[in-house]
């Protein structure tokens, strides 16, 4: 009988733990115009974006960073952690605006970056890079700064970019570096097809990278994978313009991060200078690249649609005459069609000291020119084909 009297008390103590740990779950939020930004796309709002990002990370519970509508000019800005959460969500309604005087970032590298930071989440907004100045200056052949990327994730982990839209940035638009559990997806991108350095999304030493459901066209490549990056899957992308999506370049440096368990499928190129490709550059390396794969994929007049590169030298400096030690292995391409813009459009041109091996070619149709036969080439590669592979002849 006192176990029947109890248990209503008991259950009102439940209750009461139950509601309350309903209510501290419940985000703060902090709206940076509470905090002096103005969405007039000309007013500093840096030090209220600052303070507000101060405010959440400090926050022991949830938080939110409000962006409303409208525009808003900020220099560069760093949002660093460790924070006493790790549940900030920063939700854009409105436009971050960068300068448009590129030598105000200069060679600062970074416009907006999140460095040692856990559970974050971007939601929504369009960043404008204002970019066009710098791609002038830089294709005029004038002594120009690197300029800055647009978002940095670096050293961080358990990040979430959902519904972005980067435009015009003057360097890389997103940048993923040393991150771990990462995942992107409706992200859009846009770039002038001859917009210099302005990669879609680098992704190096991070591991549990996902990309999905995105838009990119950029003047360079549209997603490039750099050394250390591990255990990505890229999934419904759409490229064009832009350079492809590239593994490379690796080789740079003698002592190195290979690149492992990489997997694009269902993607699409339209127009652009490459499709999937591997480059490495023609100097001494410890460098691998092993365990990826192609699948799915489209391609709509692509300049070169399946290629390896592994002679890369830009203006031949620092590798004239040098072999590329990066290994690359176990590459498979399956279910790849379209048209290639040019007669070449499988161009294996692997390591003579280390040649390519394992390359499976596996229902791959590649037409030229108003569906006439294209054409296969091959150096120091080994594999195999399996099913209709057009062109064929080159393993």
Same mark, same amino acid.
């Given at each position: 009988?006192?176990?029947?009297?109890?248990?209503?008390?008991v !259950? #009102?103590? +439940?209750?009461?733990?139950?509601?309350?740990s309903?209510? +501290?779950?419940?985000?703060?939020?902090?709206?940076?115009?509470?905090?002096?930004?103005?969405? $007039?796309?000309?007013?500093?709002s840096?030090?209220?974006?600052?303070?507000?990002?101060?405010?959440?990370?400090a926050s022991?519970?949830?938080? $939110? @960073?409000?962006?409303?509508a409208?525009r808003?000019?900020?220099? *560069?800005?760093?949002?660093?952690?460790?924070c006493?959460n790790? #549940?900030?969500r920063?939700?854009?309604?409105?436009?971050?605006?960068?300068?448009s005087?590129y030598?105000?970032p200069?060679?600062?590298?970074?416009?907006?970056?999140?460095?040692?930071v856990?559970?974050?989440? %971007? &939601?929504?907004? %369009?960043?404008?890079? *204002?970019g /066009?100045?710098?791609?002038?200056?830089?294709?005029?052949?004038?002594?120009?700064?690197?300029?800055?990327?647009?978002?940095?994730?670096?050293n961080?982990?358990?990040?979430?970019?959902?519904?972005?839209?980067?435009?015009?940035?003057?360097m890389?638009?997103?940048?993923?570096?040393?991150?771990?559990?990462?995942?992107?997806?409706?992200?859009?991108?846009?770039a002038?097809?001859?917009?210099?350095?302005?990669?879609?999304?680098?992704?190096? !030493?991070?591991?549990?990278?996902?990309?999905?459901?995105?838009?990119?066209?950029?003047?360079d490549?549209?997603?490039?994978i750099?050394?250390? #990056?591990?255990?990505?899957?890229i999934e419904?992308?759409?490229?064009g313009?832009?350079?492809?999506?590239?593994?490379?370049?690796?080789?740079?440096?003698?002592?190195?991060?290979?690149v *492992?368990?990489?997997? @694009?499928?269902?993607?699409?190129f339209?127009g /652009?200078?490459?499709?999937?490709?591997i480059?490495?550059?023609?100097?001494?390396?410890?460098?691998?690249?092993?365990?990826i794969l192609?699948?799915?994929?489209?391609?709509?007049?692509?300049?070169?649609?399946?290629? %390896?590169?592994?002679?890369?030298?830009?203006?031949?400096?620092?590798?004239p005459?040098?072999?590329?030690?990066?290994?690359?292995?176990?590459?498979?391409?399956?279910?790849?069609?379209?048209? &290639?813009? /040019? *007669?070449?459009?499988v161009?294996?041109?692997?390591s003579?000291?280390?040649?390519?091996?394992?390359?499976?070619?596996?229902?791959?149709?590649l037409?030229?020119?108003?569906?006439q036969?294209?054409? #296969?080439?091959?150096?120091?590669?080994?594999?195999? /084909?399996?099913?209709?592979?057009?062109?064929?002849?080159?393993?």
């Amino acid at each position: 009988m006192a176990y029947r009297k109890s248990c209503p008390l008991v !259950l #009102a103590l +439940l209750s009461v733990i139950f509601y309350s740990s309903v209510v +501290l779950a419940v985000p703060v939020s902090y709206n940076v115009v509470s905090f002096g930004a103005k969405a $007039d796309g000309e007013t500093d709002s840096t030090e209220a974006f600052s303070t507000a990002w101060s405010q959440a990370c400090a926050s022991e519970n949830p938080a $939110d @960073v409000y962006v409303p509508a409208g525009r808003f000019y900020l220099r *560069q800005v760093v949002f660093n952690g460790p924070c006493n959460n790790n #549940a900030i969500r920063i939700r854009i309604d409105g436009t971050l605006v960068a300068p448009s005087n590129y030598m105000v970032p200069g060679n600062g590298g970074n416009w907006l970056l999140f460095s040692a930071v856990n559970g974050v989440t %971007i &939601s929504g907004g %369009i960043l404008d890079g *204002q970019g /066009t100045g710098l791609w002038a200056c830089k294709n005029s052949g004038k002594n120009c700064p690197d300029g800055a990327s647009t978002l940095q994730f670096s050293n961080s982990k358990n990040i979430v970019v959902s519904g972005l839209t980067s435009i015009n940035s003057q360097m890389f638009h997103i940048v993923v570096n040393g991150c771990n559990n990462v995942k992107m997806q409706g992200v859009k991108i846009a770039a002038s097809g001859d917009s210099p350095n302005t990669d879609g999304i680098h992704v190096q !030493l991070s591991s549990g990278v996902t990309i999905l459901n995105s838009k990119i066209g950029t003047g360079d490549d549209c997603i490039s994978i750099g050394p250390g #990056a591990t255990n990505l899957w890229i999934e419904n992308v759409a490229c064009g313009p832009g350079h492809g999506i590239s593994i490379g370049s690796l080789g740079k440096d003698q002592i190195e991060a290979g690149v *492992q368990n990489i997997t @694009v499928t269902t993607a699409i190129f339209t127009g /652009t200078q490459n499709g999937v490709r591997i480059k490495s550059w023609g100097r001494p390396s410890n460098g691998f690249a092993r365990s990826i794969l192609f699948q799915h994929v489209l391609m709509v007049n692509v300049q070169n649609p399946i290629v %390896i590169d592994q002679n890369y030298c830009p203006s031949n400096e620092g590798c004239p005459g040098q072999v590329s030690g990066v290994k690359i292995s176990d590459v498979t391409y399956q279910d790849i069609h379209g048209t &290639s813009a /040019t *007669q070449v459009a499988v161009n294996l041109d692997c390591s003579s000291m280390y040649p390519c091996s394992g390359i499976r070619l596996q229902d791959v149709k590649l037409t030229y020119n108003n569906n006439q036969a294209a054409q #296969a080439s091959c150096n120091h590669a080994a594999g195999t /084909t399996s099913g209709f592979v057009q062109p064929a002849g080159c393993l």
